[in-house]
């Protein structure tokens, strides 16, 4: 800051008095003049013993509605190895094919899936990048409240462990960054 010059005047002085000028001043004797405060009289307590409380049994801790459980975290056995996922995102295996299912329907979306891993299976690929976005993130993870287009990251995990693709996928899990990060999956087949 500079210094001010003690003779020059602020710029908003005629301000300063025009307010000054409508402002009374306390009178400090009459505002801080108190009495003493007569103490409160302690009146005698009513002993009252009380019994000891009943005994009850516990209940059970408050459960938010059914909420459906992460696919990926209700099928950890199912998750592709971590040194191979390593390898995965530094590219030191291939991947051998990809699908995107972008812009299509939860039933679009499903029969594609099935059709292209029965199909790359036939060929003898191992691994597969499936790209299905990431969608809308929701306060909670409830299937029924997530819209349309976060479904399908929701449903792939569901889709893989039906009967009729849990034979040929030995695992899948995130992508890594280079490879779309949570709007991808590495899958892994297995061999026949």
Same mark, same amino acid.
């Given at each position: 800051? $500079? !210094?001010?010059?003690?003779?020059?005047?602020?710029?908003?002085?005629?301000?300063?008095?025009?307010? *000054?000028?409508?402002?009374?001043?306390?009178?400090?004797?009459? =505002? =801080? !003049?108190?009495?003493?405060?007569?103490?409160?009289?302690?009146?005698? *307590?009513?002993?009252?013993? !009380?019994?000891?409380?009943?005994?009850?049994?516990?209940?059970?801790?408050?459960?938010? +509605?059914?909420? @459906?459980?992460?696919?990926?975290? $209700?099928?950890?056995? !199912?998750?592709?190895?971590?040194?191979?996922r #390593?390898?995965?995102?530094?590219? #030191?295996?291939?991947?051998?094919?990809?699908?995107?299912?972008?812009?299509?329907?939860?039933?679009? *979306?499903?029969?594609?899936?099935?059709?292209?891993?029965?199909?790359?299976?036939?060929?003898?690929?191992?691994?597969?990048?499936?790209?299905?976005?990431?969608g809308?993130?929701?306060?909670?993870?409830?299937?029924?409240?997530?819209?349309?287009?976060?479904?399908? #990251?929701?449903?792939?995990p569901?889709?893989? $462990?039906? +009967?009729?693709?849990?034979?040929?996928?030995?695992?899948?899990?995130? @992508?890594?960054?280079?490879?779309?990060?949570?709007?991808?999956?590495?899958?892994?087949? #297995?061999?026949?």
């Open positions: 800051m $500079s !210094k001010r010059d003690p003779k020059r005047l602020p710029h908003d002085f005629h301000l300063w008095t025009a307010v *000054a000028s409508t402002v009374d001043p306390l009178r400090r004797k009459g =505002l =801080l !003049k108190l009495g003493p405060l007569p103490l409160p009289v302690d009146e005698p *307590a009513a002993t009252v013993i !009380k019994a000891p409380p009943a005994r009850q049994t516990p209940r059970k801790p408050f459960l938010p +509605p059914y909420q @459906a459980p992460l696919p990926s975290a $209700s099928l950890p056995e !199912k998750a592709v190895d971590p040194s191979i #390593r390898k995965l995102g530094r590219g #030191r295996i291939e991947i051998d094919g990809t699908i995107d299912l972008h812009g299509m329907t939860q039933n679009e *979306a499903r029969g594609a899936l099935h059709r292209y891993l029965h199909a790359r299976v036939g060929r003898g690929d191992r691994t597969i990048l499936v790209i299905t976005g990431k809308l993130k929701t306060d909670n993870d409830y299937i029924a409240a997530m819209s349309e287009r976060g479904i399908l #990251r929701t449903m792939l569901i889709w893989l $462990s039906e +009967p009729s693709l849990a034979p040929l996928v030995s695992g899948w899990s995130v @992508a890594a960054r280079g490879h779309g990060g949570e709007g991808a999956w590495y899958v892994r087949l #297995r061999r026949l």
